[in-house]
């Protein structure tokens, strides 16, 4: 489980701050828990929008790619701080990050209080619509007297209160899992994907029609796009259009680029469409994933579902097995999110395979034979209903399908299709 | 006659409780002067440890110890007071104290129904606490709901009911800064305390 951690202070010396960083350290096998630097957020002014700014868009991906999100906060005037208020209102003014996320409270103060009323205040504050936090009901974390609570290595002295600091931190960890279970798929903001590619970004080549057969040659005219001969720098090394042409044609793989702004904009196009494990044609090159997907409402529901889990980071990867594989054909569609070196969302990079002849290479050449495993799960998740639960369709070996490890695909119908693309 | 000092509870550049402490100052000039102060310019405050305190804050601090009042108009984000509010008394309770035993009246204005309901009760609480120690006049209340709709074009309440009582809560808060001036027995030593007050020596 993937917990963040926003310590409410900005002052250079915090105990609230040492407080999650002794949680983050030693409750390591209980979630992974991040630590989130609100240092940088300027005070929250309605007349100033600073909410795209990096500390605050920083924040937003982080928590929207949490599980949970654990609070402490210190006292000051018997309230919560104005730096941790400051951040709570920017993150309920245009944006909504905090919406429906799990959140535990947690707070070390000087004296005996241990930040009692700040607790009961910021408690509060998450609880109204515009931030909409779905709080841990009870189990309040009070350190008081917090200056001899730590031993020299930061680590907390009282055994009782490390049990119960722990016994709390489960509890949250049970709280996040039945929170995030409830969540009503709608909920996911999916919906707000825009397959019709209608907004623009950067790179988007404005004046020329998606539709169009051409895009390409209209696009690459209008940008005096590189080709042929054409030296290119990339990361690292130096081709020629035409080298990397080769290069990209020659994988193994059919790729996809479909950018942040779901246009499906690249393929490489190594062969006919009839000849391709996933049908393209060059014509499609330029359209919105609206046109290269079929109109039936449960398969662009699916593709929304995909695309936004990989634009907000819920996973880093989706595979989804098509349906009619068999014991000599495994087709697999990757969808794996792009980022640029800030770490913002640049599309899906998309790669199928037939994996089957690597497996086979590989059991011919260490002498081995597939096995069934009658205690394999296919379905590991409530997460997972991918289309490769589907057991009955694939007909290995010994009977058994070698499903590639389960990743947490968004929620599906498992008759839903297998692929973005058909 | 009354010197009270009326701070606006936000940073944004357009509030309606700033339309209210300019109707405030207006309406009630035969009866007290009443200066507005803005809060939109203090840095995010980090307790810092060794620094001076910011020429803003000190400024404030000085207008507030001069005054016989304080008036806070506050909105309400969240279901709480403004951080730039919680900002501007954070910083008004470190290192300088002008709100100890300073009456103050709570009034405050919102879009929706409620007018900062729960703000109100917010910044009650905050005011209370030992660093600030403000003297808050009990059992008054001023919602100022629907404040888009509330003033005309020359920015006077247009609701004659709602002016009526801002006049009676006006009248006791006068009454209130008398009283107090007489509840002085302990004001020393609250001065001292606060003064010494020290999180690092607990």
């Known amino acids: ?422 | 006659m009354n010197k009270f000092v009326a701070m606006v509870g936000t940073n944004a550049k357009v509030s309606t409780n700033r339309t209210l402490l300019q109707f405030m100052k207006q309406h009630f000039a035969d009866q007290a002067e009443i200066e507005l102060m803005e809060i939109a310019d203090l840095p995010l405050f980090n307790k810092p440890e060794n620094s001076p305190v910011p020429a803003p804050v000190l400024a404030m601090a000085k207008a507030i110890d001069a005054a016989d009042g304080v008036i806070i108009a506050t909105p309400e984000y969240d279901h709480a007071v403004p951080s730039s509010l919680m900002n501007a008394l954070e910083w008004l309770s470190h290192r300088v104290h002008p709100f100890v035993d300073k009456p103050v009246m709570i009034v405050g204005a919102s879009y929706g129904s409620l007018g900062s309901s729960r703000a109100q009760a917010h910044l009650r609480q905050i005011l209370d606490s030992p660093e600030l120690r403000a003297r808050i006049m009990p059992s008054s209340e001023y919602l100022l709901g629907h404040s888009l709709d509330a003033f005309d074009d020359q920015g006077n309440l247009k609701d004659a009911d709602k002016v009526a009582q801002l006049d009676g809560l006006f009248k006791d808060f006068q009454t209130f800064v008398t009283v107090s001036g007489h509840l002085n027995n302990a004001k020393d030593l609250n001065q001292k305390d606060t003064k010494n007050f020290d999180w690092n020596k607990l």
Not at chain 1, 210 to 236: C, F, I
């Open chain 1, 1 to 422: 489980m993937k917990l963040v951690g926003i310590a409410g202070s900005v002052a250079d010396k915090s105990y609230n701050r040492i407080l999650l960083k002794y949680m983050a350290t030693h409750f390591s096998d209980l979630a992974d828990i991040e630590m989130l630097d609100i240092k940088d957020v300027p005070l929250f002014n309605e007349s100033d929008d600073q909410t795209e700014s990096d500390a605050i868009q920083y924040l937003k991906r982080k928590i929207e790619s949490a599980d949970g999100v654990i609070i402490a906060t210190p006292e000051h005037n018997h309230t919560t701080t104005a730096s941790l208020k400051s951040v709570i209102e920017w993150l309920s003014y245009k944006i909504h990050p905090l919406d429906g996320k799990p959140i535990m409270i947690v707070g070390a103060s000087y004296y005996d209080q241990g930040s009692s009323r700040a607790q009961l205040n910021l408690r509060q504050i998450l609880e109204a619509p515009g931030v909409n936090a779905v709080v841990l009901p009870g189990n309040e974390f009070l350190l008081g007297e917090v200056k001899n609570a730590f031993d020299e290595n930061d680590n907390l002295k009282d055994a009782g209160t490390v049990n119960f600091l722990q016994s709390t931190l489960q509890k949250f960890v049970k709280f996040v899992t039945v929170i995030n279970t409830m969540k009503h798929p709608q909920d996911t903001g999916a919906e707000s994907e825009d397959l019709g590619a209608t907004g623009k970004i950067s790179t988007t080549v404005e004046g020329v029609d998606m539709a169009a057969p051409d895009w390409v040659e209209q696009a690459a005219e209008k940008t005096h796009a590189a080709s042929g001969n054409d030296y290119v720098k990339l990361d690292r090394g130096l081709l020629t259009v035409d080298q990397l042409n080769a290069f990209l044609n020659s994988m193994p793989l059919e790729l996809t680029y479909a950018d942040s702004n779901n246009q499906f904009i690249y393929y490489n196009k190594m062969a006919p469409a009839e000849k391709m494990l996933a049908a393209r044609t060059p014509d499609q090159a330029g359209n919105p994933l609206s046109m290269v997907h079929p109109k039936n409402p449960r398969v662009i529901k699916h593709v929304k579902e995909v695309i936004h889990a990989l634009r907000t980071g819920q996973v880093p990867e989706v595979s989804m097995p098509v349906p009619g594989n068999n014991a000599d054909k495994y087709v697999v569609h990757f969808y794996r999110a792009m980022h640029d070196e800030q770490g913002n969302y640049m599309g899906v990079n998309e790669y199928v395979q037939d994996i089957m002849p690597t497996v086979k290479w590989y059991l011919a050449k260490t002498g081995q034979k597939l096995e069934g495993n009658p205690d394999a799960t296919t379905s590991a998740s409530v997460d997972d209903a991918a289309p490769a639960a589907d057991t009955t369709s694939s007909a290995s070996v010994d009977d058994a399908a070698p499903e590639p490890a389960p990743q947490a695909a968004p929620a599906t119908d498992a008759d839903s299709s297998a692929s973005i693309d058909d």
